[in-house]
């Protein structure tokens, strides 16, 4: 039975739609549409009407997931009443991966009916997996943690921008650290309410220590050593050429405003996500059972799965996260070098990988984990046992998600399989196999959405 694979190259004001069938037939001239309801209409009619010229019954519709701009006719086309009849999937689609097949072809020029070919392309030579229908919940919480995810972006970008113009002011700040924390409330009035390191120099221990008290409200265990140290830093540092010193305090004292504002919009969006994450109490709950596991990273989790049905294993959810690694083989040659792959879903990476970062700080069984892969790594050790925590992590979620159960820390684990042995003569293999030929055969039809 042919199949029409509708390709979109979705814009801000237009869509082109290109029509291809299986043998690689164009099904009908491209067309362009406003992005717009009625816009959405007319790519539904002439659909309907290409199906039915052509006694087709099956029809892909795909377009790459650029911005939101195709949230709003996707969703128009999933409920279209016109398809009554058809079997229409709607896929929203990784660009990335779209990207990967317009290398095969390089001599194509760029513009929007060759992408949205190259679309209608990708539809027809991937392999496209179950469809699923996303409950309406998860997008509210997804929007929710996606922007969480971004306003964290730029917290960490106003930090590095600060920290690099700090060196500019106070060199030896940077070098020695003499304070823990660079945004610390005692921190940010040095670095700020003094015009220059030459302030801070000339000032003797005994004023410097009733700042860093005043300040710090008396949060320091030994002020006067780590007055001795600041002013160390201070006899160290470069001395800034006076035409700059007005200039560098000012983008100071303004990106130091922006770190500010993004770690109070952040504290607002966890209270949102948090209220949000109400609609998920069952999954909020197996999640929150694992120490180290909050309410946003449960909440980000949970948002980005939409539904643990979608899996079959914990391999399949680590490659739509992307937490997986590539082989290089040739013959007798296993190259040492194992990159991750990056056509995932960034926001479940970003999760779980932070997730795994808690984790290893507060539950003592991913704790030694991480040690252990910590010790084995060659070089960035850190960022190495951290995915890979991130990895063990995947799997713990997957089970307690797919099992409704919770936590067990390890000895817990070895107490309840010694009062639930399995049966006489029954491996475990068997056991697992029957388990998830069981799943298999209670799994309902779904529509696809594609990250």
């Given at each position: 039975?042919?199949?029409l ?11 082109t739609?290109?029509?291809v ?18 816009g959405?209409?007319?790519?539904a ?25 195709y ?31 317009k ?6 020029s760029?513009?929007?009916p060759?992408?949205?070919g190259?679309?209608?392309e990708?539809?027809?030579f991937?392999?496209?997996p179950?469809?699923h229908?996303?409950?309406e ?10 922007h969480?995810?971004?306003l ?7 930090k ?10 106070f060199?030896?700040?940077?070098q ?6 660079t ?32 300040k ?23 001395r ?5 010193v ?23 969006i966890?209270?949102a996500?948090?209220?949000?994450l ?8 197996l ?11 449960s909440?980000?989790?949970i948002a ?13 959810l680590?490659?739509?996260a ?14 040492d ?13 970003y999760?779980?990988v932070?997730?795994?970062n ?5 539950n ?9 892969k ?18 063990k ?15 067990r ?8 399989q010694?009062?639930?042995p399995?049966p ?13 030929r ?14």
């Amino acid at each position: 039975m042919s199949t029409l694979f509708t390709g979109l190259d979705v814009h801000l004001s237009t869509v082109t739609a290109s029509f291809v069938l299986d043998d690689a037939t164009t099904a009908a001239k491209r067309i362009s549409f406003p992005n717009d309801p009625s816009g959405a209409d007319t790519l539904a009619l002439r659909v309907r009407d290409i199906c039915a010229q052509r006694g087709i019954t099956d029809a892909q519709i795909g377009m790459e997931t650029t911005s939101n701009l195709y949230f709003g006719l996707a969703d128009v086309l999933r409920s279209h009443g016109v398809f009554d009849g058809l079997h229409v999937d709607v896929h929203s689609l990784n660009a990335r991966q779209v990207a990967q097949l317009k290398k095969l072809f390089p001599e194509m020029s760029k513009d929007d009916p060759v992408d949205a070919g190259m679309i209608a392309e990708y539809l027809r030579f991937r392999r496209l997996p179950t469809p699923h229908l996303v409950d309406e919940r998860y997008l509210a919480l997804q929007q929710l943690t996606r922007h969480r995810f971004h306003l964290v972006g730029s917290l960490v970008g106003e930090k590095n921008r600060f920290i690099s113009h700090l060196f500019l002011k106070f060199s030896g700040f940077r070098q020695d650290k003499p304070l823990s924390d660079t945004f610390g409330a005692a921190s940010s009035a040095l670095l700020t309410e003094f015009l220059s390191v030459d302030e801070i120099a000339r000032m003797s221990i005994d004023e410097l220590v009733d700042f860093l008290k005043d300040k710090g409200r008396d949060h320091f265990i030994d002020p006067e050593k780590t007055a001795a140290r600041i002013k160390a830093a201070a006899a160290k540092s470069y001395r800034l050429n006076s035409s700059l010193v007005d200039p560098i305090n000012t983008i100071l004292a303004m990106t130091l405003e922006n770190v500010r504002f993004f770690e109070r919009q952040i504290k607002a969006i966890d209270k949102a996500i948090e209220h949000q994450l109400r609609a998920f109490a069952h999954e909020a709950t197996l999640l929150a059972s694992v120490p180290g596991i909050g309410p946003v990273f449960s909440a980000g989790i949970i948002a980005e799965i939409a539904g643990i049905q979608r899996f079959d294993n914990d391999g399949a959810l680590a490659r739509f996260a992307a937490i997986v690694w590539k082989h290089h083989k040739s013959g007798e040659f296993s190259g040492d070098d194992t990159p991750m792959m990056h056509s995932g879903n960034q926001y479940l990476r970003y999760y779980f990988v932070e997730a795994a970062n808690s984790l290893r700080l507060h539950n003592d069984e991913f704790a030694a984990y991480y040690q252990t892969k910590y010790r084995e790594a060659t070089k960035h050790h850190h960022k190495r046992a951290c995915v890979l925590t991130a990895r063990k992590l995947v799997r713990l979620v997957f089970s307690l998600l797919r099992k409704g159960m919770l936590y067990r820390t390890p000895q817990q684990r070895k107490e309840y399989q010694a009062a639930n042995p399995l049966p006489e003569g029954t491996t475990p293999g068997e056991l697992a196999r029957h388990a998830a030929r069981r799943r298999q055969a209670k799994r309902p039809m779904r529509i696809h959405i594609d990250h």
